[in-house]
């Protein structure tokens, strides 16, 4: 008997339904819905969920892509990008 079917969370509802979109394209079955985490008392502070039917490589790619994430998913995002070098002490202000 196959166990529960992983959940992907994406904050935007723009990111998950390009993934719906583009997975149902590809032969997915999709299932989004909204969920609240516990303490979220706003209901557009609610994350969007997305369950896929079969899930497989492709579809940990597609979140990748998409900006989805995966409950216990370790795995780094790319490399954060540099900016300017930051100054070693605070600034100081002549007074006149």
């Keep these: 008997m196959p166990g529960p079917r992983p959940e992907i969370f994406f904050d935007e509802a723009d990111d998950a339904t390009e993934l719906v979109k583009a997975l149902q394209s590809e032969g997915y079955t999709t299932d989004l819905r909204r969920e ?16 896929v039917t079969p ?23 790319g490399e954060p990008v540099e900016g300017p070098p930051l100054p070693d002490a605070p600034k100081r202000l002549k007074r006149e």
Excluded at 36 to 51: H, I, Q, S, T, Y
Excluded at 55 to 77: A, H, K, S
């Design 55 to 77: 899930f497989d490589d492709r579809v940990v790619e597609m979140v990748d892509v998409y900006g989805g994430w995966m409950p216990g998913d370790e795995r780094l995002p």
């Design 36 to 51: 609240a985490f516990a303490g979220d008392d706003d209901a557009e502070d609610r994350a969007w969920v997305l369950v």
